[in-house]
C-alpha cells in the first residue's frame, strides 16, 4: 500500500502518529517530547523501507506492551502511614527481557517513566547485549528518610512489584534515588517472597553479592569514553580542558573521575539546591565523602574547600568551560543555558542523564557546530554493563575491574560508531540525535517484524 513513500509523504505519516499520541497522552510532556525527538528522525529510514509503515511498526512501538501502576502503602518511623504510588512500564521486549532503573524522587509520574522507558529501548538496542526498554519508580522521596524508613519503603514497593520481575522477564536497576542500599533491600525482599537466590533479576547488586565490577562506575564512565570518541573524530584533546558537570549522584561522580583519569580537568557539580565551582578541579574523594557517605547537600563541599565556592540556585551552566556533561535530570539546560555554553566556547556537549537538554537547547549546539552526544547512545554503558552483569550471574563467572571496564570501552566505541555511521547514511553526518536513533530504530523494528503482529 505504501510502496512508495518519499520524504514528504514518511513525515506527513509521522505527523500523524505524533498528534494521536498526544491525543492519546494527555499530560505527559516528557514522553511526548522523547517520541517526538525520535519519530522527527526517521523519516529517512521509511523511505527505504515502507514495510516498517505497512505493519504498524511505529504505532505499536509508541504503546507500553504493559503499564502497573500501584499503592505503596508503608509505615514511617513515628509510626505513621504513607502511601506512594509505583509504576512499572514494560515498554518493548522485542530484543530481549525488558529492561530499566527503577527512579525513586518526588517528581515521579506515569508520564516521566514513560519517557523514560521508550529511551530505554533505543539505548537497549545500541548495547547489542539483547535487552528490551522498561522503566519504573515511585514519587516517593528518600530524602531526610531514614535507613529504616528506606527499607520499609523498598519492601513494600517489592511487595507488589516482585510478580512482574525474573531474570527472563523483566530486570530493573537503580536511576535517581535508587543506588547501591536501595537495591540491596529490593533485592533481598524479592529473594525472600520468591524463595529463590535468582541473581539475574536485578543488576547494580553488591559485587559480593552477584554485583558486576564497574557497574557503578558505568554510565559515568561510558560517557566520557562516548566523548573521547566524538573528540577524537574531529582531533580535538580532552587533556588540560575545563568541563561543567551537573549532579552529584552517580552518573556525575564517575564522570568527573574519567574526565580526571584521562587529563581533563572538572571544576563543577551540583544538585537541586545549587552548584559548586572549584576552579582547582574537583576533590572527587571530599565530593564523593561529602554525597556519598554524609548523604549531605553539595554546599556542605566548601566547608572544608576554602577556594571553591556555592552557588545557591542558579544555574551552573554560566560557568565557562570546553565540555559540558549534564549528568542530574529531564530538562535541566534548555535554550538559554545553551547559548551561554556556546558565548563561552563549550566544543562539546555529552549527555550523562536521559533527556537533560531540551529540543531548543540542542537546536543551539547544533547551529553552532558544538558536537552533541544525546544520553540514549552516551548514557548506554550503564545499562550495556547491567548487561554484563547478567551474562556473569547467568555463567556464574566473575571479571575483573579492567576486564569489564575494557569491555565497556568497547561497547561505547561501538555505540559510537553505530550512531556516527548511521548519521552519514540517513544524510545527517556527524548528527549524533539522528545517528542514535536511526541505528536503534532500525534494529527494534526488524525484531518486531519478524516476530508478528503482537
Ligand atoms: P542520583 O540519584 O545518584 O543523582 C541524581 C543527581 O541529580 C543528584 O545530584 C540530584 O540532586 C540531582 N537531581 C535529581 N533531580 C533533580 C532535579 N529535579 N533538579 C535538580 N537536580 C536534580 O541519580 P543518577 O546519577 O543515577 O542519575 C542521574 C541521571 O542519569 C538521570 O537522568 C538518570 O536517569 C540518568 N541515568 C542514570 C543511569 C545510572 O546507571 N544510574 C544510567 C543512565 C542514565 P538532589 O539530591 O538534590 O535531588
Redesign the pocket.
Known amino acids: 500500500m505504501n510502496a512508495h513513500l518519499t520524504n514528504a509523504s514518511s513525515r506527513s505519516i509521522i505527523d500523524t502518529i505524533v498528534r494521536d499520541v498526544a491525543d492519546r497522552n494527555p499530560g505527559e510532556p516528557e514522553f511526548l517530547q522523547a517520541v517526538h525527538e525520535v519519530l522527527e528522525s526517521i523519516a529517512p529510514v521509511l523511505v527505504e523501507r515502507p514495510d516498517y509503515v505497512e505493519a504498524g511498526i511505529i504505532e505499536r512501538l509508541v504503546e507500553p506492551e504493559r503499564q502497573v501502576i500501584f499503592r505503596v502503602p508503608w509505615t514511617d518511623d513515628r509510626n505513621r502511614v504513607q502511601v506512594n504510588r509505583g509504576f512499572r512500564v514494560q515498554f518493548n521486549s522485542a530484543l530481549g527481557p525488558y529492561k530499566g ?1 527503577l ?1 525513586f ?1 518526588s ?1 515521579v509520574n506515569l508520564g516521566i517513566i514513560k519517557f ?1 522507558g521508550f529511551e530505554q529501548i533505543f ?1 537497549n538496542a545500541l548495547t547489542a547485549q539483547g535487552i528490551g526498554g522498561a522503566k519504573g519508580g515511585s514519587d516517593f522521596d528518600p ?1 531526610g528518610r531514614s535507613d529504616a524508613e528506606i527499607m520499609r519503603f523498598c519492601q513494600s514497593f517489592m511487595d507488589e512489584l516482585y510478580r512482574h520481575l525474573g531474570e527472563h522477564t523483566d530486570i530493573p ?7 547501591a542500599r536501595e537495591i540491596g533491600y529490593l533485592f533481598g525482599r524479592y529473594r525472600k517472597i520468591t524463595n529463590r537466590h535468582e541473581s539475574g533479576m536485578f543488576t ?1 547488586k553488591g559485587v559480593a553479592w552477584g554485583g558486576a565490577e564497574v557497574r557503578t562506575e ?2 559515568g564512565y561510558g560517557t566520557i569514553f562516548f566523548l573521547e570518541q566524538m573528540l577524537a573524530r574531529r582531533g580535538v584533546a580532552l587533556d588540560g580542558q575545563t568541563a561543567v558537570v ?8 564517575y564522570a568527573i573521575e574519567k574526565l580526571q583519569q584521562l587529563g581533563a580537568r572538572p571544576i563543577t ?5 545549587g552548584y559548586i565551582v572549584d576552579e582547582n578541579g574537583i576533590d572527587l574523594e571530599l565530593l564523593k565523602q561529602v ?1 556519598e557517605v554524609e548523604r549531605a ?2 554546599s556542605a563541599y566548601v566547608d572544608r574547600r576554602p577556594a571553591a565556592r556555592f552557588v545557591a540556585g542558579g544555574s551552573v551552566w554560566d560557568v565557562p568551560a570546553r565540555f559540558a556533561i549534564p ?4 530538562n ?1 539546560l534548555d535554550e538559554a543555558a545553551a547559548r551561554t555554553l556556546v558565548r563561552n566556547g563549550v566544543v562539546a556537549v555529552a549527555e ?5 537538554c531540551t529540543p531548543e537547547a540542542i537546536d543551539v549546539f547544533s547551529e553552532a557546530a558544538v558536537l552533541f552526544a544525546p ?1 540514549k547512545a552516551a ?2 554503558g ?2 550495556a554493563t ?1 548487561a554484563l552483569e547478567m551474562s556473569q550471574n547467568a555463567s556464574r563467572q566473575r571479571w575483573s575491574f579492567s576486564d569489564s571496564e575494557d569491555r565497556l570501552r568497547a561497547i561505547m566505541v561501538a555505540v559510537h560508531d553505530q550512531a556516527y555511521e548511521a548519521s552519514e547514511r540517513y544524510g545527517s553526518p556527524g548528527n549524533y540525535v539522528v545517528g542514535a536513533n536511526t541505528a536503534s530504530f532500525v534494529k527494534v523494528a526488524d525484531a518486531m517484524l519478524a516476530q508478528g503482529v503482537i
Open positions: 532503573g527512579r524522587h517528581s523514560l539505548k530524602h536497576a537503580g536511576d535517581i534515588g535508587v543506588g547494580g558505568a554510565t551537573s549532579g552529584s549522584g552517580n552518573v556525575a561522580l557539580a551540583s544538585d537541586s539546591s554525597k547537600r553539595v549528568s542530574a535530570t529531564q535541566e550523562g542523564a536521559n533527556m537533560p544520553g548514557n548506554a550503564g545499562v547491567s
